[in-house]
């Protein structure tokens, strides 16, 4: 199934699609909810429920009619795996490795990404008045469907719902500026995710994908998922070791070569381009780059 959060009218709602057509599931069973979280909460039975939905073939409105926004629109984590494939490693000079004094992870390397980051497939991208130095990095997404704690290599499948396409957008020299990497990988927008959450039945070989990033149609990236030096096994082993994951925490798994910082003259992205990523079997996102409006905005 492929599972999507989509506005229709004054509403978003969740929906499934189907031969460009989507499914209202709530629509379709009262007792599906609304909201992707509750949907992955309520667990293997609910997803029985929602694929009984689908089958039946009620609700169905054209898929040209809905705004699509990321799949999990507020996750309760976004974590991300730095250095996880070689050819990214070895596209960092060998001064800039020394300099940072940095060797191949013997580990998973985690970051986080803030959630208010989140942004849907087809969203725009803000370039930061405060900074020129935005880069792109195409990666496949692990979307978590149940709550786990320690759970070992050999069944970390089992708490996987399903895969998406991520945009780790990255302003580099705020990156670079702290060692926890989190404010250059959080600003508002810097998470495209989409087009939909692809349960993990439809993927059946999530280490065999291939990855496709291009800007204005310049191809960029391209790289297979088998290439990951931590698998998503050991991710989930790692992570779930140290606290309980959630359903709905959003992993992203890594880049390869190609980041416009290790790219001759450095080609950051710049207002009016449009980033694609694509990953075979899941679709593609698409996000235009435009300037931040740079306001002030103070809650009461």
């Not at 001064?95 to 970051?111: D, H, N, Q, V, Y």
């Not at 290599?153 to 399903?162: H, I, K, L, T």
């Not at 990156?175 to 939909?196: E, I, L, N, V």
């Amino acid at each position: 199934m492929r599972l999507i959060t989509y506005r229709h009218g004054n509403s978003t709602r969740l929906g499934a699609i189907m031969d460009a057509r989507v499914v209202d599931l709530n629509a379709s069973d009262a007792k599906i909810p609304t909201n992707m979280l509750h949907l992955l909460r309520g667990g293997d039975d609910m997803l029985g429920r929602v694929a009984a939905a689908v089958a039946n073939g009620h609700a169905r409105i054209p898929a040209d009619d809905v705004e699509l926004h990321s799949p999990v629109p507020v996750p309760p984590r976004i974590f991300a795996v730095g250095i996880n494939y070689l050819d990214h490693f070895n596209e960092v000079p060998e001064g800039e490795r020394a300099a940072r004094k940095m060797s191949l992870p013997k580990r998973p390397l985690i970051f986080n990404k803030q959630t208010t980051a989140a942004n849907g497939p087809y969203g725009n991208i803000v370039l930061p008045a405060e900074s020129v130095e935005l880069d792109h990095e195409a990666e496949l997404g692990v979307v978590i469907g149940k709550t786990c704690r320690r759970v070992p290599r050999e069944r970390a499948y089992e708490v996987v719902a399903g895969y998406t396409i991520v945009n780790d957008i990255s302003v580099r020299d705020w990156q670079r500026a702290a060692p926890t990497m989190t404010m250059g990988k959080s600003w508002d927008t810097h998470c495209p995710m989409g087009p939909a959450l692809v349960t993990k039945d439809e993927v059946p070989d999530p280490l065999n994908l291939e990855v496709w990033l291009t800007v204005d149609g310049e191809e960029r990236q391209h790289f297979n998922t088998g290439e990951m030096l931590f698998k998503i096994d050991e991710q989930i082993a790692y992570l779930s070791t140290a606290f309980t994951l959630l359903p709905g925490d959003v992993i992203a798994t890594g880049t390869s070569k190609g980041v416009a910082a290790y790219r001759p003259g450095q080609p950051w992205l710049k207002v009016g381009q449009r980033v694609r990523v694509e990953i075979e079997g899941l679709g593609y996102i698409e996000n235009q780059v435009v300037k931040d409006d740079a306001k002030s905005v103070v809650g009461e």
